[in-house]
């Protein structure tokens, strides 16, 4: 956990999924709330918790109006921060503080703040101004409809897409029906074929049969990784120079676990610039990050290339074949990319297995 804080989370490798804010500027303290709105709650469920916390505000206005002794105000204060509602809004606060000083945008690192909204705002509803009951009530019930109908294929034209909404220079994501696979290959240009052109949210027609294309290559490798080093009586142990939003680690590790039961021990061949200089070469036979038998090279795909690190094709084929390596196999992408499997007789193998 440390590891991932302090180079996905704070080091090097946060800026290659994110983008770094001044805490001075207005998007440093926004950015986690759009994104929240764009991805998780959206328009209609993001207008019920405002119109919950607007009639909450009045009510505790009008309150606090009729208490006239500040010391009584004083001491209801000081008993509030002992109730579950003060915990609650802790934990919302303090968690997006914390959210917003990573430079990684993530995946839904939002949700788990959402169900604590939520609930906060059904509290404020339910204390605030008697006659302002019924009315949020129907709010919030009208907005969660509309919000499900948005993603189960209820509304024709609107399920299988992204809407926003603009208003001048704001805009938000109305409804977003995609599911989270087209939403994160969306964001990512992973949708994008090789000569079909992204329209602007970075999908394409026929979206969803294509990205069902890319569950095989990850299981083919997870099978190919495997089987060679098993030919040689061997553990494998994995380094990628390439990896695509749909064809990473992750995924390939994920595959290799299904069916194997165990973990796929792998790394990735990073820019001099990430590991102190060293050149491919060199983290190749570095023993502290893992010395591969394996390594799988191909082309960055053009719409997602800053997802990837950034060695470079010749440059990795250069350091493989300079270390003995030679070419296994190799995995066909949907979007026409090889990706090759090196092999190199060491690591685990025989009575030096684990």
Avoid at 146 to 153: K, N, Q, R, Y
């Amino acid at each position: 956990m440390l590891r991932y804080l302090t180079s996905y989370g704070y080091g090097p490798e946060a800026n290659r999924y994110g983008a770094s804010r001044s805490v001075l500027s207005i998007g440093w303290w926004t950015y986690r709330l759009h994104r929240a709105v764009d991805t998780e709650l959206f328009v209609p469920m993001t207008l019920a918790v405002l119109a919950c916390i607007a009639c909450g505000l009045v009510t505790w206005w009008v309150h606090r109006r009729r208490q006239r002794d500040g010391g009584a105000r004083g001491q209801r204060a000081l008993r509030f921060l002992g109730t579950p509602e003060a915990i609650v809004v802790i934990f919302v606060v303090w968690g997006y503080l914390v959210l917003s000083t990573t430079d990684n945008s993530g995946f839904m690192f939002e949700l788990p703040f959402i169900p604590a909204v939520v609930v906060l705002a059904v509290h404020v509803a339910s204390r605030s101004v008697p006659r302002m009951r019924p009315y949020l009530a129907t709010v919030c019930v009208l907005a969660a409809a509309i919000s499900f109908a948005g993603m189960s294929d209820a509304l024709p034209g609107v399920s299988s897409a992204a809407r926003t909404v603009s208003i001048g220079s704001f805009s938000a994501t109305a409804f977003d029906g995609r599911g989270s696979l087209l939403g994160y290959a969306s964001g990512t240009g992973g949708a994008c074929r090789s000569q079909t052109p992204c329209v602007g949210s970075g999908t394409t027609p026929g979206e969803t049969t294509y990205l069902a294309e890319w569950l095989a290559p990850s299981q083919r490798m997870a099978t190919l990784l495997h089987d060679t080093a098993a030919r040689h009586d061997c553990d494998p142990v994995v380094f990628f120079a390439i990896q695509d939003p749909l064809f990473n680690t992750n995924t390939v590790d994920l595959d290799y676990q299904l069916r194997y039961l165990t973990a796929l021990p792998t790394g990735l061949l990073k820019p001099r610039y990430q590991v102190e200089g060293e050149a491919p070469l060199r983290q190749l036979n570095d023993p502290n990050l893992g010395q591969p038998n394996l390594v799988i090279t191909g082309r960055q795909a053009a719409a997602s290339g800053n997802f990837s690190p950034h060695v470079g094709d010749r440059a990795t084929i250069q350091a493989v074949r300079s270390d003995a390596f030679v070419p296994a196999a190799g995995v066909r992408l949907p979007d026409g990319r090889v990706m090759t499997v090196w092999w190199k007789n060491r690591g685990p193998c025989g009575a030096a297995r684990p």
